[in-house]
Nanobody
Framework: QVQLVESGGGLVQPGGSLRLDCAAS????????MGWYRQAPGKRQELVAR???????VYADSVKGRFTISRDNAKNTVYLQMNNLKPEDTAVYYC???????????????WGQGTQVTVSS
């Protein structure tokens, strides 16, 4: 089995910073793209940032210049550094990863359980 475990959410004031971590574990053969999504109350889930294995990263327009996604392949971990947070960033943040568990199979997208980020004074 494969698990993605997120950490680092919490309550922060506007203008503050948080870093989210997401570690993948289990029977992993290879990890391809990794990403972060979020869902605010009453809204659809949206892409925040995505980092493929060899291409340029992708960011939602609303977070460009404030959020940075990175990964440590040796640790099977993806990070989301969030700076200058705004109240509209309040949401449950989910990480995802395209993972194969054996050689020659199509990657399957696994999801974490989500971590709450609240930006409020």
């Amino acid at each position: 089995q494969v698990q993605l475990v997120e950490s680092g959410g919490g309550l922060v004031q506007p203008g503050g910073s948080l870093r989210l971590d997401c570690a993948a574990s289990g029977s992993i053969f290879s990890i391809y793209a990794m990403g972060w999504y979020r869902q605010a109350p009453g809204k659809r889930q949206e892409l925040v940032a995505r980092i493929p294995t060899g291409s340029t990263t992708v960011y939602a327009d609303s977070v460009k210049g404030r959020f940075t996604i990175s990964r440590d392949n040796a640790k099977n971990t993806v990070y989301l550094q969030m700076n200058n947070l705004k109240p509209e960033d309040t949401a449950v943040y989910y990480c995802s990863a395209d993972i194969t568990i054996t050689k020659g199979t199509i990657p399957y997208e696994y999801w974490g359980q989500g971590t709450q980020v609240t930006v409020s004074s």
